[in-house]
């Protein structure tokens, strides 16, 4: 009885694993487009913080940047942002540290999450030091969540992940 000695042909396909990266900002967030105005004159906006945020957001991104990293390639952008609590969320006294049962769980009031987003995306996709994207259209998904500090952090945790 012969055999026959059958050859398999294996095709090796590389897949590449997407590149991402997760880094933290601390500080409280600041969101991009805020401007009060009254009787047609601007009586308030947020520059100076708003250029100091980004600028930390922009750093932080540029420290964790890959040495690979596509600055053209289409990514999803998840952001989580932390806000500290009021003082009024909490009892008074011996009861300082605990939380009033009525309590908001979620973070409901200013500022926007689209404004907290903007800022973020702005920041890594600056059009002079393109941190992370040449453009920040190239963000194809969006992510993003606002909650309460739960410990000592404050700021935004942050996940740029490319799509190709």
């Known amino acids: 009885m012969a055999t026959s ?12 694993a997407p590149s991402s990266i997760t880094f933290s900002v601390l500080g409280t967030p600041v969101p991009q487009g805020s401007v009060r105005a009254y009787q047609s004159r601007v009586i308030a906006n947020n520059a100076e913080a708003l ?4 600028n930390d957001v922009a ?7 890959p040495a690979d990293w596509d600055i053209k390639a289409p990514v999803e952008l998840k952001c989580v942002f932390v806000f500290p609590r009021p003082l009024h969320h909490f009892g008074s006294g011996k009861n300082s540290t605990k939380l009033k049962p009525l309590a908001p769980k979620y973070h ?3 500022p926007d999450l689209d404004k907290v987003v903007r800022s973020i995306s702005d920041s890594i ?13 190239q963000i194809c998904s969006i992510y993003a969540t606002k909650r309460y ?10 996940t740029v992940t490319q799509l190709n």
């Open 5 to 16: 000695a059958k050859s398999t042909n294996w095709k090796l396909t590389m897949i590449r």
């Open 51 to 54: 250029a100091s945020w980004r």
């Open 59 to 65: 750093v932080t991104a540029q420290r964790h940047k």
């Open 108 to 110: 409901v009031t200013t």
């Open 125 to 137: 996709s600056d059009a002079v030091a393109r941190v992370l994207l040449h453009n920040d259209s």
């Open 149 to 158: 500090a739960t410990d000592d952090f404050l700021g935004a945790h942050i």
